[in-house]
Each structure stands twice: as structure tokens, then as C-alpha cells.
């Protein structure tokens, strides 16, 4: 366990699924508002049901509740989602450092309208490699594919 701004990370267990699902749902409501209500609680079920149990994901907690979780496939980041509730306090950059002292040199991609996502990943040394017009479900929106050296 790593203690963070008086936040603990720590590995993800299944009892974590469904809060975790509803942090992804605040957060991407607010980060991407380019989708609908439909996609966005479509992906939610893929969030809960497929990609929380099969990548490997760190937990960060704020008084002993879930605030949020980095998702990692080997060195890619899958997803970062804070509750925004607790957005400001540091547990971003938090869990990315976590993940940068697990793997060394991170990549990810993010949405290009999620312009919040992107300054915040440049601060944090990210940068851009690619840009794609479709994300992997086929909607025309930009994608930028960013990278952290170890």
C-alpha cells in the first residue's frame, strides 16, 4: 500500500466492481460529454463486467471509500477515473506516479476534447505520439496517443 495526500492506493478486489463503475460514470460524464447517456452507460457495463476484472487496477481511497482507479495493460494506462468529487485533491497524479514506479515508461490514448484529461497528462510528462479520428468503437472522435518515458 502507498500513502498519497493522506489518500492509501492499494491492489482492486472484487467487492471494489460497482463503486468503481459509478466513479467511471461520474467522471466520464464530466470528461466526456461528446457521448450520450446511452454510450456512456453501455461502456459502464463493459467498465464493470470486462475491463475491471481483467486489467490489472489500482484502488485509491480517501477515508476508506474507493475515489478512484488507474487501469494498466502492461505498460498502457486503460483508464484513469477519479471521482470528481475528490478531483483537485492530487489522486491522479497520485495513482499515475504509482503506476509509472510499477512499469516505468506508460502509454495511453484520450479523447482530444477531454482537454482537462490532456493538459493534466502533459504536466505529468506525457507526450503526443499519435492522433486517430475514430476512438475503438468507431465514433468520429479524436484520439490522442500520448507516451511517458521511464
Known amino acids: 500500500m502507498i500513502h498519497a495526500h493522506g489518500a492509501t492506493i492499494r491492489a482492486y478486489c472484487a467487492a471494489d466492481r460497482d463503486r468503481l463503475a459509478h466513479v467511471w460514470l461520474e467522471a466520464s460524464r464530466i470528461g466526456h460529454p461528446f457521448m450520450s447517456e446511452a454510450d456512456l452507460l453501455e461502456q459502464q457495463g463493459r467498465v ?6 481483467q486489467a490489472e487496477n489500482w484502488v485509491i481511497e480517501l477515508d476508506g471509500e474507493p475515489a478512484g482507479f488507474i487501469g494498466l495493460i502492461e505498460g498502457f494506462i486503460g483508464g484513469l ?70
Do not use: C, S, W
Open 81 to 150: 477515473f477519479v471521482d470528481p468529487a475528490a478531483h483537485g485533491h492530487g489522486l491522479g497524479k497520485a495513482l499515475v506516479l504509482h503506476a509509472v514506479a510499477l512499469k516505468g515508461a506508460l502509454e495511453l490514448e484520450v479523447y482530444a476534447e477531454n482537454e482537462t484529461a490532456v493538459g493534466f497528462y502533459r504536466k505529468l510528462g506525457f507526450v503526443e505520439t499519435l492522433r486517430r479520428n475514430a476512438d475503438d468503437d468507431g465514433r468520429l472522435q479524436e484520439v490522442i496517443r500520448m507516451r511517458r518515458p521511464a
Open 48 to 53: 464493470r463486467d470486462i475491463y475491471l476484472p
